[in-house]
Every structure is written in structure tokens, then in C-alpha cells.
T-cell receptor, first 116, second 114 residues
Framework: NAGVMQNPRHLVRRRGQEARLRCSPMKGHSHVYWYRQLPEEGLKFMVYLQKENIIDESGMPKERFSAEFPKEGPSILRIQQVVRGDSAAYFC??????????????FGPGTRLTVL | KNQVEQSPQSLIILEGKNCTLQCNYTVSPFSNLRWYKQDTGRGPVSLTIMTFSENTKSNGRYTATLDADTKQSSLHITASQLSDSASYICVVSARGSTLGRLYFGRGTQLTVWP
């Protein structure tokens, strides 16, 4: 059973370009979470998704950021018109569908986004 | 405001020695507290999860304690190894949070020297 997969591991974009980050949850997991980690900072919650539904996006900036978790395929975190301040490590985590807040979250290796 | 504070920010110890990392939180209502280990360039890996009714939990050389009254937790590492060098992150979840939101500390950067 492969762990949480994220790709790409490293992504370089120029200001104004779009960044697409992908996350494939562990097999059998239907809950996906995205976190952002700025240098020297702790992880910050961005968005929580279940298949085809956004459950909580209160941690995600209102503009330029969007996330989806389609019925088929990976979850996508999309950042439009990237700025230098978007440079960070973006982590995805997944958990099984028990619906409890005790759910163990398993993290992927992260995507390191660098905006030039 | 829900916050998680960790100390020290960084720590250097010699191989074979023990150490204790601290975590204070204000997350309320409290549900559970987790300690994660994050190696450089990798995602966090869970070490322990404790609910409010658990005072201590061990995972090999890692022992976590929890005092829900004072809202404090500690992670004790015994007989440290070079591979223990990593960031150790305290994470707290609020009760009733079916939304899965976790609150992260900034971590303690542990370096083990030979």
C-alpha cells in the first residue's frame, strides 16, 4: 500500500504563472487535507476535501487559490498568478473515511514551490 | 485563539543522551494531541496520538506525556541516535472537529551529534 503521493516534488514558476500541485491519497482514503509550510514556520491548514466536495476551505486565501478532489484522479491544489510570497512547501495528508476528529492523517513528502 | 507553542526552538545533544521537548497549547475544546517527526525535506510522520484521558504513551524510545489540566505535553527521547535528528512537531485537534482541522506548533529542531 503506497503512501500519500505528491508531485511534482519541486516546482519552479515565474511570477504570474500558474502552479498545479497534485496529491494522490493512500488507497482507501477519501479525505484529503492541504497544508502550507513557510520557511521557519509551522504547517498551516489550508483546505479539507472529500471526494467531489470541499468541506472546509477557511485556511485558503480567497483569491488565486483553489482546490479540488474529483471522483477519479488526484486532488489538485491550483495557484493562479503566483507571487514570491507563495514560495513554500505544500503538504497533502489523507485519512480514512471514519468522520472522526481522531483520524490519523498520513502526510505526503510535499511539493516545494519556488517563485522566481 | 487556538495556538500551539513549543520549546525549545532548537536543541543539540550528544548521541546516547536523553532529551525532553515541551508543548503548550490553548486549543479548546481539546480532543487529542499528536507528536510528529519531520525529517528535512520530508512530510511529517506520526509518533504518538493521545486523547484527554491518556497521560502517557510510548513508541519505542519515544514517550509522550499529557497534562490536560495544564494544557501541556512533553516528548521524551531516550538513548538518542543520529537518526533522531529532525524537527518534532506538536499538533492539537479540537473536540467536535469533524472538519479535520489540526493546529501545528512550529516544531523543535533536534540535532544529535556523534
Amino acid at each position: 500500500n503506497a503512501g500519500v503521493m505528491q508531485n511534482p516534488r519541486h516546482l519552479v514558476r515565474r511570477r504570474g504563472q500558474e502552479a498545479r500541485l497534485r496529491c494522490s491519497p493512500m488507497k482507501g482514503h477519501s479525505h484529503v487535507y492541504w497544508y502550507r509550510q513557510l520557511p521557519e514556520e509551522g504547517l498551516k491548514f489550508m483546505v479539507y476535501l472529500q471526494k467531489e466536495n470541499i468541506i472546509d476551505e477557511s485556511g485558503m486565501p480567497k483569491e488565486r487559490f483553489s482546490a479540488e478532489f474529483p471522483k477519479e484522479g488526484p486532488s489538485i491544489l491550483r495557484i493562479q498568478q503566483v507571487v514570491r510570497g507563495d514560495s513554500a512547501a505544500y503538504f497533502c495528508a489523507s485519512s480514512p473515511p471514519s468522520g472522526l476528529d481522531y483520524n490519523e492523517q498520513f502526510f505526503g513528502p510535499g511539493t516545494r514551490l519556488t517563485v522566481l | 485563539k487556538n495556538q500551539v507553542e513549543q520549546s525549545p526552538q532548537s536543541l543539540i545533544i550528544l548521541e546516547g543522551k536523553n532529551c525532553t521537548l515541551q508543548c503548550n497549547y490553548t486549543v479548546s475544546p481539546f480532543s487529542n494531541l499528536r507528536w510528529y517527526k519531520q525529517d528535512t525535506g520530508r512530510g511529517p510522520v506520526s509518533l504518538t496520538i493521545m486523547t484527554f484521558s491518556e497521560n502517557t504513551k510510548s513508541n519505542g524510545r519515544y514517550t509522550a506525556t499529557l497534562d490536560a489540566d495544564t494544557k501541556q505535553s512533553s516528548l521524551h527521547i531516550t538513548a538518542s541516535q543520529l537518526s533522531d535528528s529532525a524537527s518534532y512537531i506538536c499538533v492539537v485537534s479540537a473536540r467536535g472537529s469533524t472538519l479535520g482541522r489540526l493546529y501545528f506548533g512550529r516544531g523543535t529542531q533536534l540535532t544529535v551529534w556523534p
